[in-house]
C-alpha cells in the first residue's frame, strides 16, 4: 500500500492518550463479545475496554507485563482477565466472527472455501532464511526444538489463512516438526469452524504423499501445489492459480501469507518468542488479528 496524504488520513491514530486505545468504532465491534457480569458476588467495578486497551498496548508495544502503564487497569486484574479470556478461546471467537464480518465486506460468503497454509519459523538466534522469521526466544523457557532444515532452535508457527489473508487458523508447535507434519493438525482444528474450507493452496513445502496420506478420513481435501518450475533459474513469479470455487485469480501462496505475516508482525509482541506456554502464544498472536480487522471494518463500515 502506498502511503499517500489519503491513506495517512485514513490510517492515523490520533488517540488523545495511546495509540493503541481503541476507538468508540472499535469497541462496538468488541463490546458485544465481553462476558456479562456475574450475579452473585461484588458487582464489577473493572472497566473491561481498558482491560482491553490494556492487552492491546502489550502486543502491539512488547513491552512486559509489569511495564504497563498506570493508567491502566493494575497488572494482576489485566493478567486475570487475559488468562481466562485465553482459556475461554475468547479471543478465537471474536478472531472468526470478524473474519465473516470482514469477507462479507469484501463481497465473499461469510465462510471461506478455500484457504492458503504456509509455516513461518521462529529462531532462537539471529540468522535470516528464506520464508522464515528470524526472532530470539527469551529465557522464560516453554517448549522449543531444533529444526535440522533450517537450523534454527524454537518454534513454528503454522497458520492457515483464506484467498484474502484472514487467519482462520493457527497451531503454534515445536521447531523439530516439519512443514508436513503440522499441517494436519492445524487443518484438522479448522475443520469443524469452516465447514466449506476443503481446497488448500500450498508451497512446495508440502509435496508429495505423507501430508495427503494424513488428511485421509479427515474429510474430502484437495491440496493445491503452488510452486516453482524444476527448469527455473533464477527468481520466477509463482503461477496465479483459479479458484474452482470462486472463479477468481488469487495470488501465489506465498505472497498471501506473507501479507498476513506482515500485518502481524506490527505488533512487537509477535517480533520474539516471548512467551512460555503455546496457549499464550497463540493468543497474542489472535489478539494482533483482531487489531487488524477491528480497525478495517471500523475504517470502512463509518468511512
Not at 481498558?50 to 511495564?67: D, H, K, P
Amino acid at each position: 500500500m502506498a502511503w499517500t496524504d489519503t491513506a495517512r488520513r485514513e490510517h492515523a491514530r490520533r488517540n488523545p492518550r495511546y495509540t493503541s486505545d481503541m476507538t468508540d468504532r472499535e469497541w462496538g465491534l468488541l463490546a458485544p463479545f465481553m462476558p456479562p457480569p456475574r450475579a452473585l458476588g461484588r458487582p464489577r467495578e473493572t472497566d473491561l475496554r481498558e482491560v482491553t486497551n490494556a492487552i492491546l498496548y502489550l502486543v502491539s508495544t512488547g513491552c512486559q507485563w509489569r511495564l504497563l502503564p498506570k493508567d491502566f487497569p493494575p497488572v494482576s486484574t489485566v493478567q486475570r482477565y487475559f488468562y481466562a479470556w485465553r482459556d475461554d478461546g475468547l479471543f478465537v471467537r471474536i478472531s472468526n466472527t470478524l473474519v465473516m464480518r470482514a469477507r462479507e465486506m469484501e463481497g465473499r460468503e461469510a465462510s471461506p472455501t478455500a484457504g492458503v497454509i504456509p509455516s513461518r519459523r521462529m529462531q532462537a538466534v539471529a540468522c535470516q532464511a528464506a520464508d522464515s522469521q528470524s526472532v530470539k526466544t527469551t529465557e522464560s523457557g516453554g517448549p522449543c526444538g531444533y529444526d535440522g532444515a533450517k537450523k534454527i532452535k524454537g518454534r513454528k508457527r503454522h497458520i492457515v489463512t483464506d484467498t484474502l489473508g484472514f487467519l482462520v487458523g493457527l497451531m503454534i508447535h515445536t521447531g523439530d516438526i516439519q512443514d508436513r507434519d503440522g499441517a494436519p493438525a492445524v487443518l484438522k482444528s479448522i475443520r469443524a469452524r469452516w465447514p466449506w474450507l476443503r481446497h488448500v493452496f500450498a508451497d512446495g513445502g508440502y509435496a508429495g504423499p505423507k501430508l495427503k496420506a494424513a488428511m485421509k478420513g479427515c474429510g474430502a481435501w484437495t491440496i493445491e501445489i503452488i510452486k516453482r518450475s524444476d527448469t527455473a533459474t533464477g527468481f520466477e513469479v509463482l503461477p496465479r492459480p483459479l479458484s474452482r470455487f470462486a472463479g477468481k485469480p488469487l495470488p501465489g501462496s506465498g505472497s498471501v501469507v506473507e501479507r498476513t505475516f506482515a500485518w502481524l508482525g506490527r505488533c512487537r509482541r509477535l517480533a520474539k518468542d516471548w512467551e512460555k506456554s503455546i496457549a499464550s502464544a497463540t493468543a497474542m498472536a489472535f489478539i494482533a488479528h483482531i487489531r487488524l480487522l477491528t480497525r478495517r471494518i471500523a475504517r470502512h463500515c463509518y468511512a
